[in-house]
Nanobody, 125 residues
Framework: QVQLMESGGGSVQAGGSLRLSCTAS????????MTWFRQASVKAREGVAG???????TYADSVKGRFTISKDNAKRTLYLQMNNLKPEDTAMYYC???????????????????WGQGTQVTVSS
């Protein structure tokens, strides 16, 4: 069983930046999508950004131009650099993994079978 552990959340003012990390307890076999999700207290969970095994990236429209997803395979770590944060970015952020569809970008749907425990991001105005 792979465990995912997020870190890097915190409280910042609008316009600030945070960098989230998600480290896997061991290598995940096969080819897979690594994706960031978030869930605000009164909203449904939404996909934020995903990256597949060959580095193909997708972003939610709400974060394009402000967030950057990346990964370091040697460190088994996924990152989310978040700049120009807005109060509406306030949420619990989770990383998750699933098998990717060959040749396709990661989608936010489907069976994400590994999840982290989440890290809270709070942005004040």
């Amino acid at each position: 069983q792979v465990q995912l552990m997020e870190s890097g959340g915190g409280s910042v003012q609008a316009g600030g930046s945070l960098r989230l990390s998600c480290t896997a307890s061991r290598y995940i076999s096969g080819t897979y999508c690594m994706t960031w999700f978030r869930q605000a207290s009164v909203k449904a969970r939404e996909g934020v950004a995903g990256i597949n095994s060959v580095g193909r990236i997708t972003y939610a429209d709400s974060v394009k131009g402000r967030f950057t997803i990346s990964k370091d395979n040697a460190k088994r770590t996924l990152y989310l650099q978040m700049n120009n944060l807005k109060p509406e970015d306030t949420a619990m952020y989770y990383c998750a993994a699933k098998n990717e569809v060959p040749g396709r970008a990661c989608s936010y749907a489907g069976n994400y079978y590994f999840w982290g425990q989440g890290t809270q991001v709070t942005v004040s105005s």
